[in-house]
């Protein structure tokens, strides 16, 4: 076992969520070596070329990655892995805050033709598949932007890739959206945490008419335009957003989980070309961390 491969009891948790090893043209490669090889990339960013041989074939690796990046494998296999957590009482639905970073694109991660990639049939094409590729370009270079919704115990729970000049306020119900986390003994998926935090960049009358819609609590800072301009309306105003300071300290949780998830080198710097890709890059480094705890 190398450095930073699956252990036993993470692997036991895994492999269930995993698809069969059956497939056209013979069967795959043994699947621990394959996702063993990899998160080694995820966390070292290496190219795929550079795969030590203990992980078989780079083209085997890679392959692997691209197609179940394509089809949606790794967001169903993190929707799993959420649900058996889940089902332990290992999440915190007691605060969910909303965040974004910014990942700056290595040179590589530009050129990637207009075609749009070619998915399996009798799928249904995942939101991820971007034709702008999630790149955009700053005074920095190109650069990609991850919007994420944490929970308290420091893992994400759902993600969007977008270019990195866009706003966060107006992706924040595209992020909540995308939390779905399934109920293995029946019933309805859970998509709706007892509080959401964030920043001021996600204060607007949009989200906030969003979670009063949803009955969700939310504890978001009011950026002095937007009281001033409240303020000038009158009573057509509407009331003051209220403001639990004791609560908005739990918005480092984001923040390290944040930190946790650009620890692997692949996700901090962005070396995918296809913005589908790079989603299933950074959903692997997810996984990764629901399986540690």
């Known amino acids: 076992m190398g450095r930073g491969d699956l252990m036993n009891r993470e692997w036991s948790l ?58 949606g494998t790794w967001d169903r296999i993190l929707h799993a892995v959420q649900a058996d957590a889940d089902l332990a009482g290992r999440i915190d639905w007691s605060m969910i805050g909303i965040d974004s970073t910014s990942c700056r694109a290595h ?8 075609a749009r990639p070619r998915i399996p ?27 994420l919704a944490g929970e308290g115990g420091c893992r994400p729970m759902a993600l969007l890739l977008t270019p990195g000049q866009w706003g966060d306020a107006p ?7 995308r939390i779905r986390v399934p ?9 709706r945490p007892d509080h959401v935090s964030g920043d001021k960049a996600y204060s ?30 009158g009573s057509s105003g509407g009331r003051p957003a209220g403001f639990d300071r004791d609560r908005y300290r739990r918005r480092n949780e984001v923040e390290r989980t944040i930190n946790r998830l650009k620890n692997s080198r692949a996700v901090a710097t962005r070396y995918d070309k296809r913005a589908y890709v790079f989603h299933g890059t950074v959903t692997a480094a997810a996984i990764r961390l629901w399986l540690r705890q």
């Open 171 to 177: 992706q924040m119900v595209e992020v909540l959206d």
């Open 14 to 71: 895994l492999e269930p969520h995993l698809p069969s090893l059956g497939g056209r043209g013979g069967r795959w490669n043994d699947h621990r070596t394959v996702v063993n090889g990899i998160l080694f990339r995820v966390r070292t960013g290496v190219p795929w070329r550079d795969l030590p041989e203990r992980y078989g074939s780079w083209k085997t690796v890679h392959e692997r990655h691209r197609r179940w990046s394509a089809d």
């Open 183 to 191: 109920r293995p003994r029946g019933g309805r998926p859970r998509t």
């Open 121 to 147: 049939k009798k799928r249904t094409t995942p939101r991820h598949h971007r034709p702008d590729e999630g790149l955009g370009r700053s005074r920095g270079g190109l650069t990609c932007k991850i919007h």
């Open 204 to 233: 607007s009358r949009r989200n906030r008419r969003y979670l009063r819609r949803r009955h969700i609590r939310h504890t978001i800072p009011e950026p002095k335009d937007q009281r001033a301009n409240r303020q000038r309306r």
């Open 107 to 114: 040179q590589h991660a530009a050129g990637a033709r207009k």
